[in-house]
């Protein structure tokens, strides 16, 4: 049985850091292409970074290149995101994903606010 399970999140101030990680299970990770997504109150949910299974290229959406860093750790199984100067905007449920899995993790509030 796969699980996707997340840690991280909580409420920081506008410009601080937060760093979410994601422990896989039940599916071989590295061989598997991982994203981040979230959702915040009332939009729908957005990528926010995808990190490929064998190369390690990443890709960002164009609001947190910059200030988010996706990696990950195979011998681990974990999935992390670094996620730096935050913005009020930022605010949202943070979730992994394996998409060609159609895996996902349960999700972690961030809630940036002053």
């Known amino acids: 049985q796969w699980q996707l399970v997340e840690a991280g999140g909580g409420r920081v101030q506008p410009g601080g850091s937060l760093r979410h990680s994601c422990a896989a299970s039940?599916?071989?990770?590295?061989?598997?292409?991982m994203r981040w997504y979230r959702q915040a109150p009332g939009k729908d949910r957005e990528l926010v970074a995808h990190?490929?299974?064998?190369?390690?290229?990443?890709v960002y959406t164009k609001s947190t290149e910059g200030r988010f860093t996706i990696s990950r750790d195979n011998a681990k199984n974990t999935l992390y995101l670094q996620a730096n100067n935050l913005k009020p905007e930022d605010t949202a449920v943070y979730y992994c994903?394996?998409?060609?899995?159609?895996?996902w993790g349960q999700g972690t509030q961030v809630t940036v606010s002053s």
């Open positions: 994903s394996a998409p060609n899995k159609n895996y």
């Open positions: 990190i490929y299974s064998s190369s390690n290229k990443t």
């Open positions: 039940g599916l071989t990770f590295r061989n598997f292409g």
